[in-house]
């Protein structure tokens, strides 16, 4: 019966019915020469990268293809275990541990002034300074390879990039039919630049996750990344916010709130109000998901756990304040335990079938609590 049908029709059918990660495209290969052929650009719409081996073999692909393929959902996730991270490390700094040898060496006997010992101690930062380098070059080729091969027909992307791949991404990627970004990492910003990814007036739907496994400084995208990136957009999600109410204050800043009195949130210095840029005029809604809530059993007020506590009860507090001052803000409930999965792959899986990030949250999802003064400090 398909292999009646026109091609056109088939790549049509064959685009519908490709919606989970591979399986039916897989399968349809196999069913004749022609439905293999038709159904070889379904077979890339909806791309899921997970783990270093799997990005380094589809920028391979990507590479040296002579497919056009037009991926409009990709999920790009190089984040590594901490064992992986430091089975790279160790290899890649074999070097570095030579140079510290004989820094440590030279050390016992020559004095700190010493022309020799210097130099010594020049090489050592020399080596891992070139380590730190290869680790992230390592990381960044391939992630560009692949945003530059599938950017112009990319629609939906979910990225998470370990911190040195992240920083290394260093020519500007054009993404011009990108419609939602999730990102787990400091995609697209670049230290002391404009973001990577050019501004992208498609871009409505930005999802930035605060995620535990890395250091990932959230407030960095209200200095002019988010107004650069996506100048028209409309909706922005804040997700596993903790340890730090600060990002609340960048938040309202963005929003325009800074210069209403009494701001009891906007505490940063001038130097710092300076550097943040206003949100797009188009934002109308803002989601604000805190982490989850820390056990609260110590009542000594004293150690690293009570701190802990207290930071988030002062940024659930933050969160109350900037929600009553602007109805755009929306406060969750946090999550009761940690999700037993990623909620993220599932969120992209949900919108690779069709379905719509829910910003209009139900009642029951929302922190209707209001300010609690003994939980909030200056």
């Known amino acids: 019966m398909l292999d009646k049908l026109p091609a056109e029709i088939c790549a049509h059918i064959f685009d519908f019915a490709c919606t989970d990660l591979g399986r039916t495209g897989r399968s349809l290969s196999l069913v004749s020469r022609y439905i293999h052929q038709t159904s070889e650009l379904a077979r890339y719409t909806r791309i899921a990268l997970v783990g270093r081996a799997q990005i380094l073999s589809f920028a391979e692909f990507v590479g040296h293809t002579d497919i056009q393929v037009k991926t409009r959902h990709l999920l790009i996730n190089a984040q590594e275990s901490e064992e992986q991270w430091q089975s790279r490390v160790f290899h890649v700094n074999a070097q570095a541990r030579k140079a510290q040898s004989k820094y440590t060496e030279l050390a016992k006997f020559l004095p700190y002034n010493d022309e020799k010992l210097k130099e ?49 991404l260093l020519q500007p990627i054009s993404l011009p039919r ?26 409505r739907f930005l999802h930035i996750v605060h995620t535990t496994n890395q ?21 922005l999600r804040l997700s596993e916010i903790h340890e730090d109410a600060k990002v609340i204050s960048y938040l309202e800043c963005g929003l325009g709130h800074s210069n209403e009195p009494p701001s009891r949130l906007c505490r940063l210095p001038p ?17 604000l998901k805190p982490a989850t809530e820390p056990n609260d059993e110590c009542c000594c007020d004293d150690c690293c756990y009570c701190h802990e506590v207290w930071e988030y009860r002062n940024i659930m507090n933050h969160g109350r304040l900037l929600r009553d001052k602007d109805d755009r803000v929306l406060l969750l409930k946090e999550d009761s335990t940690p999700p037993a999965e990623d909620p993220y792959f599932r969120e992209w899986l949900d919108k690779v079938k069709g379905a719509v990030c829910d910003w209009d949250t139900l009642t029951s999802d929302l922190d209707l609590d209001s300010f609690k003064r003994w939980w909030y400090y200056s």
């Not at 911190?163 to 290394?168: H, Q």
């Not at 939602?180 to 002391?192: G, K, Q, S, V, Y």
């Not at 995208?221 to 957009?233: D, E, H, M, R, V």
């Open 178 to 203: 990108l419609v939602d970004l999730t990102t787990r990492c400091d995609f697209p910003l670049r230290p002391n630049d404009v973001p990577a990814l050019e501004p992208t007036h498609s871009l």
């Open 271 to 287: 130097a710092i109000l300076s550097q943040i840029t206003l949100l797009p005029p188009t934002i109308e809604r803002v989601l």
């Open 120 to 168: 010594a101690e020049d090489e050592m930062a020399r080596e891992y300074a070139a380590a730190n380098a290869v680790l992230g070059e390592e990381g960044t080729r391939p992630v560009e390879c692949i945003l530059r091969a599938l950017g112009p027909t990319l629609e939906i992307l979910d990225i998470a990039l370990n911190e040195r791949v992240a920083k290394m």
């Open 215 to 235: 250091w990932h400084c959230v407030e960095r995208f209200f200095k002019n990344g988010i107004s650069y990136f996506a100048p028209s957009l409309t909706h």
